[in-house]
Each structure stands twice: as C-alpha cells, then as structure tokens.
C-alpha cells in the first residue's frame, strides 16, 4: 500500500470488529430483517505525467428505493475540485460531475454510503406470465411505466443484439414459460457454462469474445444475459452496485478480504415491477446487494470515468468494504481495514 | 459551332440526337423525367431562354469558359474529402457548369412544402425530447426513438434547448417519373450542403454570366443573413454582441471546405473541439487573451461525438463538460445535441399521420416508399419482397445501402436472417427513379440523375427555405446519392418571375442591426498554426534561394576545375541536411552528383527537409488555418508547388529546368510576402504569422553565417560573395563599401545591421517588438520569459563589435564566430519553445498546494 497522504490509512481496532460482527450476526439471526451497511468505495487514479485538467462524472450515490434506505453519503475527492455538480440522470440514478483545474498526478475519489437494505417480496416463478405475453405488452408500450420498460429491449452500446445469443437464449425461452422460471433457467445455465475468470476479459472486451471463451467477470455475465433478454424482446437493465463477497454467517472472513463493487441485472414484469438476477452468483439478491444506479449497460452507470488533458499512461486502482453496522449507527465513518485490488472487481 | 438548336425537336422515340450535333446531342431515356425537355422532345419553358442561350454558345467557347470555372474550383480550393479514396485528401470538387432550373411556380409548391416539413420535424423533435406525447399517444412506436441510438439521452429535458433542437434541416427532393416531387432524404443532424451550393453559385455566376444576369435568378445571400440572424438570436445572454462559433470535427471531415467557408462568410469564429473549454458549465473559447465566453455554436460536429464525458467517450473531438453546459442553458447549440435522432428514414412512413396529428394538415411532400422493420406486417412485406428493394440500417444514415436485387439468393437469405435478428435496426426503400438533367461532360451534353438538396434556417418568423440548394447528380442509375461514394453537383437557379434584387452578406445596405464581432478571436490553436504558417513560408522561401544559387552557378559551370562558389553552397546543404558529408564538393564530379542529389531530394515530397516537403507542410497548416486566410493568400499557397510538381521525373530534370521552377516559385513567394505584409491586419494573428517568419529567418541568417566556418579561413572570398547573394545583400554591400567584400563588414551586415531586413538584428528588433505587444495578453508580470529571451539575444546583438568576431582561434577580447553562432540559435529556440508554452499549450498553472483532504459533499442524512 502507497505511503501517500491521498490515501486512507487504515487501522481497524478489536472493538469495531467485534460490532460488526454482532451485527453480521444478529442479521444473519433473521433472515427478514434489513441488514444496514457502511460502504467505502475509494478510486484512485496515478498518472505518469502532470494532468493539467480533468473532467469527471461519478456514479458513486446509492439510489433510494422501497427497498433501500441510503441514511448518507459523502465523496471525498482529492485534490480538490474547481467546479461539482449533482444531478439526476435519464435513468434517474444520482450523477455527479467534476473539474479539476489545477495540475496533479494523481486523482483519489472516496465514497462513503450507509445504507440499509431490506429483502424484497420475490414472487413465485412458476406464476408469473408466460414471457411472450410480457414481450408483447412491452413492445406496444403507451403507458409509462411500459415505455420505461420498453426502453431496455434494445441493443446499446456494450449490448449487441447477435444471432448466437438470440440462440442461446432460446433454449431456456419455451412456448409459454413463465418469464422468471424461464429467466432463473437461463441464469442457472450461464452461472454452469460460463467460467468466471478476472483474467479473460476487461472492461472493453465485447460481448462477441465472452460468448466465444464463455469466461468472464460479473459485468460480462451481465451483459451476456441482458443480451439474451433483449433479443427476446424482454426488457432487462444493467444494475451497478456492491455486494458483501461472503455470507453474514461468515462476516469475520469477510472483512479480511476485499469486497467488491458488483454488477448484475434487473428483468421486467408487468405489475410486479423490477425483480433483480445475479447471474455470476446464480441468485435472487435478498440483502447482500448494495444497488447503485442502473441503466441499458455498464456505459451508462460507469462509477467514475474522467477525460483528461496530459497524464501520459495511468493505473486505477479500486478498494471496496461492505461492513455491516449496527441499524441506528449513523455515526462519522471510522477507519476500516481496506485491501487494494485492481479495478476489475467480482 | 452552337451546342444544342432549340428550334428542333428531339428524336421521337426520346433516344434522339440532335440533327447535324451528333457528338453533342442530348438524348433522354423512356420512362425518365426530364428537367429540360419533355417527353415528346420539347424544351420546357422555363428552359427556353437558357436552351437558347447555351444554343448560341460554340463548343469551344464553352470549353474555354469552363476550363476558367475548373480553375476557380482549384484556386478556391473547393474539396470534398472522401475517406479512403486512393487520391488521398482534398479530392477537387465535383462541379458541372450547367445549372439545374427550378421554375417559380414549381418553387412556390416546393417552398411552402419544406417549410411545412421543416416545422414538422422540429415539433417532432421538441417533443421527443421533452414530453414525449407521440409515443404515449401512440403516434410512433417506440422502438423508433429508444432503440435509435441518435436518441442521446443525456439531452431529455436539457433546458437549454427544450423546444429549440432543431434550427437548420435540410430535405433532399427528387422528381418521380411522373414529375412530381417527393423527398429521399432528411437531414436534421448537422445538414450539410448549404456552404457548397453558395460556392457552386458564385463559380457558375462567373462562368455563365451572360445568362445569368438574364434569368432573374433569386440571389442566396439574403437566406445566409437570415442564418447568421438566427444564430445570433439564439444566444442567451449578451443578445447584441455574443459570441458564435463554428465546431468543426478538423481538416479530415469529408466537408471540412465548408466549415471554413462558412465561419468566413459569416463572421463567424471556426473551432475545434479543443479550441473550447468548459468551466463552471459555461462554455469558453481558449485564445490568446485568456478565455472568452461563447454564446452560440453552430455545430458540424456530431452530436454524440461533442461530449467525451456524457456522450461517446470514444470521441476526440468533442468538448468534456458541453452537455452540461446545455442543460444548464448557458450556450445554445444549433443543432441542439440529439437532433439527429429523426433524420432516419424509418420516420418517414409515420410522417403523414404526425403532421395530420400536430399541424392539422395533409403532409404537402411525400417520401419516397419506405418500410421499417421493427413493425410486424411492414417487415412481412420487406422479407417477402426483397429481391425488389434497396435495404440500408435503419440508424446510420451514413451506410452504405444495399440493392437487394443485385444480390445472389444466398445472400439476400443471409440479409433476410441478419433482418430477422433485430428487425428494427432495419429499413427498407422502393428503388429511386430520379429524374434527369443535362451536364456539360468532356463537350457532349449527357443526361444525369440529379437530386436537390434544400436547407431551411428557423427563424422569428418561421422556417425559411434557402431559394436554390445543392444539386447532386450521379450516373443514371446509380442508387446512392452520397458524395462520399462519388457523384458531381450543380448549381440550382430558382427563376423569379420578376428581376431580383441584389444581396450580399458582406456588403449589404440593409444590414443588421446586430452585427457579430469585428474582430474575431484567434484561438490558441489557430494561433499556433498561424506560427508555423510563418516560419514554413520563410523555410521555404530560404530553400528556394539556395537552391536557386546552387542551380544558377551549376548552369553557368566554371570550366575546367569545380565552381568554388558551388561548393560553399553545397557545403550548407550539405550542413542543412540535404546532402552527405563526405563529398568532396570541389571536384567537378562530385559537383554533377551532388546537384542530381538536390533536384531529386528537393522533389521528394516525402523528404520533409527538401522544397516541396517544406511546401506540402506549408499548406497542411494553411489548411488548418484557412478560413482566417484571404482567397488571394490562399490561392497563392495552393499554387507554390505547382511549378515543381509539373517537371518531368526528377531524375530527369535538369539543373536548368530547376532553375525555371525556383524563380516561378520565388515569384509566388513575394506575391505572398506583399499579401501579408499589406494586406493583413496587425491583429494577433498577423503577429504571430510574422514571428514565426522573423524566427526562421534568424535562424537562416546564422545557417548561412556557419557557411564562412566550412571555408579555409584563408579563402573565404567565394563564401562571402555566396552569404552576401543568399542574403539578397551585394547591392547594400557594394554602395557601401566599393571592393570585394571582407568579413568584418559582411558580419556588421548580416549581424548587427538593423536597417538590413535580412540580418539578424533586424530579426531580432522585431521579434522584440512582438514579445513586447504580445505581453499584456499574458498575466500581469514585469517581462514575460520570451521579452527576456529577445531581449538578451537583442543586447547581444547590439553591442557586438564585429571587428572582435573571428574565424580562427580567438585571442583577447575576441569571439569566436562559431560560438557567437551557437548562443544566438540556441537563444532563438528557446524563444520558440517558451513562446509555444505560454500561449499554444495552455498549461495550467500550477496553484499553491492544497490541504490534501477536502469535504465536499456534505452528507444529507435521512431518516430511516
């Protein structure tokens, strides 16, 4: 870990531990309880040469939803920015933007969340409608809520629509099959199929290549089952956010290791509205997803992207921690252990 | 001998030639419209008096006449770019002489027409980006708009533009067979066109004078001051003086030429994307004194491609932070950002019903037949009657169309399976039959598909059609009527029934209230550019004068041994690079070998020292920085290289053939010297050009100082005579000195004389001169580090005392010239270089540090 000021130098005491364990524990205690986090999400870029100016837009704020309570949230950016601005995006996700106008070599953006998150009503798969009825309705949308649906049954830029998909896909898409039993079908089959792998792809590999080498990380699963969806006419959305990489049960674990910011998908249907799939995990998120923004790809909710002037070549590096807390903590964030990892996170 | 007798008819069958013209006949096909004849052969009247006049024109008038217009096409440097075509940039542009007539009556229906079209797409715009009522009422379906990617999201709602996406649009008419009009094609992105049409008029004005003067041809000038109007009224805020740019992607866009041409035409400041910056969401123009807010962009640019931050961020042409500068409405951008989202022809079946739906009328135009395959019974119709439609992707206006019926049965199965996979991204056409026009092709008259493409400017008072546009003509036939994939133009004179008054934008009585700025901003760039302008012209300039006395004396030839003289300038080509060091340049042989190695050398455009790499970098800046050049300056610097270029194979060439070229060369460099030193005005621009100049020529003036120092120091005679020629000096030196010139005087002359244009001191007086005006454009400090840079060198300069410079080793108090040579060439790139820090680079300053850790965004607590 770097000596340098910019970064969190971390210590984390017995005590803290503990109450984070007691909390992992008493969630874990009830399976229908929410569960709060403390979610520290630190970016930082180093660059080879002086970058005189810098433009960025962060999609760092957990959106508040039925579901998810965000209690505060707080950015830390170093150096300081010249110009910042909040506003909400087309998708209605939280996008912050800022300038840096004084030279530096090196750009460090801390996120600091707590959220509480409560489990969702799922209903049953086998009752939902048959997914052609779903794909009909979406595709002549008047209403708004169906035009907001039907607006994620399209090819996007990280999204395209390719025959071999439209082929895999259907071998989970019988006549008739209610649309989640058909969805958890095809989530099963890529969680079997596919291999997840950090060192296959990056950011940039298209979804071409994954289908080909059937490896990936979790932004590439989600994207190949978004795909699958839409070219089935059913609308599906890019969900960016966190998860807590190990179980409640094992909370103690979990704070040795690094969590990880986290991508998975959210699948229309009619009336009952937006169920997410976490097709790396081969789940329903109950209360270990932590949901950011969403969008029609990873493009649309990047958590930070700049454009620069100068900076030569740079490294990103990402570090993330999921802790639970206990439920009325809202208390100043304490320093937490925190390991490096590279940017491409689970 | 006259072209065409208007007196006979055509041939009965259409296919006729007229009688005793038979290589110049004009022969229609069946089953075409023609624009000049009918179809049992006759002109049409609106054509009569044209057809007459163009009857009483000989084949070879006309020849001359338009051998001048292919001239004014080269001279005015009239390009349109296409990517990938094997003759590289700047293709010459396409243009037939003959003009397409439009008569008042059918212009009357085809005004009204694209007016009404034109406030149709702009409401459908507004709403698309606002309330987006169509698809809620069920007016469009919505795959049209979400699966579209021109639907740039970012812009819903954007304040800045709500209701004002859509300033200028642009239609593309054709006839049908059975003459009436229908539109192929919409343009609501960036449309372009409008800027060449001008450019056609006034080469065809020049061309066909005599008829134009007598056709009562409506003027365009009076639509580009309703633009320019327009633009101004656009801005938010300063109303009466704000400040409009051009975006344009650069020099590589296929209509770069009328970017250019149209911030020049307008006034208007051309800029890339790195020309602006976004600070505090408002939009800033870098130049050179600091940043200056902008007002209005007129874009060129595309949209997605204009903000690398919200929008493609694969795009370097774009400016970081403008989509938030829009939302914010600080700066109005015509077209708004996303206004290319209806220009796809899959809108075009739903155009009926919409304008029925928000204006209340019959839609006055109709499109040509089109299906998009995102609906179920229209895709049916496409798949099952492919093998007759033209197919193109439904979202990229730019692709390529394919001719479904030219396909072999496997191939247009696959194009079916590629349809079935995403049948929205798909749309389909009837074929085009477009109607004919004749064109002036090698002295034949010839028949040629023409389309008219239409530009509308919203204004106050509603959408205004320019009268005339850019026709477009391609080979009977030919499906795709994109410049891009080859295809001429024409002029298009709307006829008035009355004569028409005179309007010109640069010279109109009744001219604006509102006039944009006098003086236009020099951005950094432009700044830069315009430098490097100056220093080629003199780099250039410098190597044709050595060439030349390398030539002249290689011409002259002493008998017998090796020219002395020769050999000194052979020594500094050989010192500036041109030849290798280890000749021995005084054997006549030697001489001959390295004479060939120049001429070949020098006519190497891929050799960046030599003359005509140095010329080609002259007009790659000019290029860049063309709109800020007159015609006349232009002009010129398209033809410096011509001469060279025209020799034969440079192998061949012979040191007097050379010599021909170099002088015409000369020639057209002091036409541009004179250009820039009168008719330039003294802004920054001029200065920075002449900085550049004066720096080459110091630098010049010592290269040739360094020419004494390869003679034996004692028979420096031939190097004096050759450094006083070079220098255009042997007239001042005789007048004053009346002998055989010695170093002293010659060093005092090229050194130290300020009164000498070509010395170093004069250079130098100069250069500060410029250091001092350019200084209050910087900060407030006492010397900028370029005034302290000249000013040592100046010093250095003026207190020389030449007796005290020596060739050999020096003794007390002396300098040697070597020395003397090396403090002044390094001093001079240091000015250089500070001067492209300080005011091209626009590095940042560097602030005093900062706490390292800084809260920004105070958390708001919520109650759970």
Sequence with gaps: MSDSPLHTVLAIQQQQREEVAAAAKAAAADPTAPVTYRVTHETRYDYTQPVTISHHLAHLRPRQLATQQVHSHRLTITPQPATTAERRDYFGNSAFTFTLEETHDALAVVADSLVTVAPPRLPDPARTPPWEGVRDLVRDAR?????DACQYTFESPGVPLLPAVKAYALASFPAGRPLLAAVLDLTHRIHGEFKYDPTA???????????????????????????????????????????????????????????????????????????????????????????????????????LKGVMMGGGAHTVSVGVTVAPVPRKDAAPPRQQQQQQQQQQTQ | MPMLDTTRRMGRDGQGVLPGFTHIGYGTSRGTYDEMVDETGAVRPHWQSFADALSQLSESEMRARWDRGQRLIRDNGVTYNVYGDPEGMDRPWQLDPLPLLVSSKEWAFLEAALKQRATLMSLILADLYGPQRLLTEGLLPPALVFGNPGFLRPLHGAQGQAGKQLQFYAADVARSPDGTWWVVG??????????????????????L??????????????????????????????PDNPRVVVLTPGPYNETYFEHAYLARYMGLTLVEGEDLTVRENRVYLKTMEGLK????????????????????????????????????????????????????PAFMPFLPGLCRHLLGEELRLPGIASWWCGQDKERAYVLANLHRLAVRPAFTVQAPITDASRLSSAERAQLAARIEAAPYLWVAQEAVHLSSAPAWVEGRLETRAVTLRCHAVMTRDGPEIMPGGLCRT?????????????????????LSDAPVSHVSLLRSRNAPAKTVRGSRDLPSRVADNTFWLGRYLERCEDTTRVLRAAMSRAVEGSAGGGDPELAVVLDLFAMLGHLP???????????DEAVRLLITGNMDVANFVGLRGVIQNLQRVATVVRDRLSLDTWRSINRLGEGLAALRKPAAVSPDEMLGALNETIMILSALSGLCSENMTRGPGWRFMDVGRRLERGLHALDLLSALLSSPPDDVGPALDVVLDLSDSVMTYRARYLAAPQVVPVLDLLLVDETNPRSLGFQLARLMDHADALAPYLADRMFTPEQRIVMGLLTGARTLDPALVTLAEPKGGEVRLIDLVGTMRSGLWDFSETLTRQYFVHAAEVSEPISPFVELLAAKDRTS
Excluded at chain 1, 143 to 147: A, C, E, K, S
Excluded at chain 1, 205 to 211: E, G, I, N, R, Y
Excluded at chain 2, 303 to 327: E, F
Excluded at chain 2, 581 to 591: C, K, S
């Design chain 2, 474 to 494: 391609t080979a009977p036939g030919t499906l795709s009527l994109s410049m891009q994939h080859g295809g001429g133009s024409k002029d298009a004179w709307v």
């Design chain 2, 293 to 344: 807010p902008v007002e209005v962009i007129l874009r060129r640019t595309d949209g997605s491609y204009c903000d690398p931050l919200d929008l493609r961020d694969d795009s370097t042409l774009g400016v970081p932070g403008l989509v938030g500068a829009v939302q914010a409405g600080t700066v109005a951008v015509a077209n708004g950002l996303g206004s290319g989202l209806i220009e796809t």
């Design chain 1, 143 to 147: 209403r708004r809520d169906l035009l």
């Design chain 1, 201 to 303: 792809t990056t950011v940039a590999t298209p979804l071409a290549d994954v289908l080909k080498a059937r490896r990936g990380v979790c932004q590439d699963f989600a994207h190949l089952q978004i795909a699958c969806l839409r070219s089935l006419g059913l609308p599906a959305r890019y969900v960016s956010g966190y998860v807590l990489t190990r179980s409640l049960d094992e909370i103690e674990k979990a704070l040795e290791g690094g969590d990880a910011s986290h991508a998975w998908i959210s699948v229309y249907l009619p009336d009952g509205g937006w169920v997410d799939v976490d097709p790396t995990n081969d789940k329903l998120p109950t209360r270990e997803h932590v949901t950011i923004a969403w969008g029609r790809d990873f493009g649309d909710v990047s958590p």
């Design chain 2, 186 to 207: 919409d343009r609501t992105e960036a449309p372009s066109g409008a800027g060449y049409a001008l450019e056609n008029r006034i080469i065809v004005s020049r061309v």
């Design chain 2, 581 to 591: 060091h280890d000749l021995d340049r005084r054997e006549p042989a030697a001489q």
């Design chain 2, 209 to 238: 004078p005599d008829f134009y003067r007598t056709a009562n041809v409506q003027r365009l000038a009076g639509w580009f001051l309703k633009a320019r109007d327009a633009l101004i009224g656009l801005a938010p805020r300063n």
